[in-house]
C-alpha cells in the first residue's frame, strides 16, 4: 500500500517566521495535492501539483513537487495567525488519494 | 461557487442501528469519493466511483457499507449494523479530470456518532 508520511506532526511557530512541510511518499505519482482543514472542519483544496518540478504559490503559501526524490513541500513564509490549521499532503494513485498524516500548525503571536 | 453538499452536518445513532448519508456532488463531476476521519487521526479511503459503478474500496469498505446514487445524481454512503467504532467525520467528495490529474472537491462532512 502506498505510504504518504508528512512531517513534522506539529509545527508551532512564531508569527512572521518561514518553514517548510515536508510530504514523502512510497511510490511513483506525479500528481500530488495539498489540503487545509480547520478544526471541526472540511478539507479545502490548496494546490494540485501534478508534474515534476511543479511549483505554485498562494499568499504566504508556496508548494512544489519533486517525483524523483517522491517529494513535495509546503513553505510558509511570513507566517500570520490565520495560517493556523492541519495540513494534509494527498498523493492521487489508481482511484483514490492517499492522505498524509498531517501536520498540524499554531502561529503563535 | 459550486459545491459539494452533505446532509445531515451531524447524526446520532445508537450501536447496530442503520444510518445514511447524503451527498449532492458538483454536477458534471465524474468521479466520486467518500472518506472518513476519526476524530484526530487521518483521513481514511473507503470507495470511489466512477460511472456509476464502484472503482475502487478500501479494507474498510466491507460488507457493512454501500454506496448507492439513487437519482442519478445524489449519493448515498449506507452502513448497516452501525458499532462505535464507526464514529467518525465521513466526507463525501467529487471530482473532474484537468488533463493530468484529478481535482477533487470535500463536501463539509457528516459528523457520525454512535452511542
Known amino acids: 500500500e502506498l505510504k504518504v508520511e508528512q512531517n513534522p506532526l506539529f509545527l508551532s511557530m512564531q508569527e512572521g517566521k518561514n518553514y517548510t512541510i515536508y510530504c514523502n511518499y512510497s511510490t511513483t505519482s506525479d500528481r500530488l495535492y495539498w489540503y487545509r482543514q480547520d478544526p471541526g472542519k472540511s478539507l479545502e483544496s490548496l494546490f494540485v501539483l501534478l508534474s515534476n518540478g511543479a511549483v505554485k504559490q498562494e499568499g504566504r503559501l508556496m508548494a512544489s513537487l519533486d517525483t524523483k526524490a517522491r517529494l513535495s513541500t509546503l513553505h510558509i513564509t511570513a507566517a500570520v495567525h490565520d495560517l493556523s490549521a492541519t495540513y494534509f499532503c494527498a498523493v492521487e494513485s489508481g482511484n483514490q488519494f492517499y492522505f498524509g498524516t498531517g501536520t498540524s500548525l499554531t502561529v503563535i503571536p | 461557487e459550486p459545491e459539494v453538499t452533505q446532509t445531515p452536518s451531524h447524526q446520532v445513532t445508537q450501536m447496530g442501528q442503520e444510518v445514511i448519508l447524503r451527498c449532492v456532488p458538483i454536477s458534471n463531476h465524474l468521479y466520486f469519493y467518500w472518506y472518513r476521519q476519526i476524530l484526530g487521526q487521518k483521513v481514511e479511503f473507503l470507495v470511489s466511483f466512477y460511472n456509476n459503478e464502484i472503482s475502487e474500496k478500501s479494507e474498510i469498505f466491507d460488507d457493512q457499507f454501500s454506496v448507492e446514487r439513487p437519482d442519478g445524481s445524489n449519493f448515498t454512503l449506507k452502513i448497516r449494523s452501525t458499532k462505535l467504532e464507526d464514529s467518525a467525520m465521513y466526507f463525501c467528495?467529487?471530482?473532474?479530470?484537468?488533463?493530468?490529474?484529478?481535482?477533487?472537491?470535500f463536501g463539509q462532512g457528516t459528523r457520525l456518532t454512535v452511542v
Open positions: 467528495a467529487s471530482g473532474s479530470w484537468t488533463g493530468m490529474g484529478t481535482e477533487a472537491f
